[in-house]
């Protein structure tokens, strides 16, 4: 089973390893939906997440890389 966006830690994860030289704190939420829809194991809807999912995928993904 892949990832839904409610995985907001496991998906972090992903895009810190995928990702290693970016800052999450200055991601645009545009760049932030493709970058996890583009997760090869990411498999929910494009179209189900929020400002307030993408926000905890940032808020993780910040923590994570610190």
């Not at 966006?5 to 645009?28: F, G, K, S, Y």
């Not at 194991?41 to 926000?55: A, H, Q, V, W, Y």
Request: hydrophobic share 45%.
């Amino acid at each position: 089973m892949g990832l839904r966006w409610t995985d907001t830690l496991d998906i972090a994860l992903d895009l810190l390893e995928a990702h290693p030289d970016v800052d999450p704190q200055w991601i645009r939420f545009t760049d932030l939906h493709a970058w996890v829809c583009a997760l090869p194991n990411f498999s929910d809807d494009p179209n189900k997440s929020t400002e307030g999912l993408l926000e905890g995928i940032q808020m993780a993904w910040i923590d994570e890389a610190k």
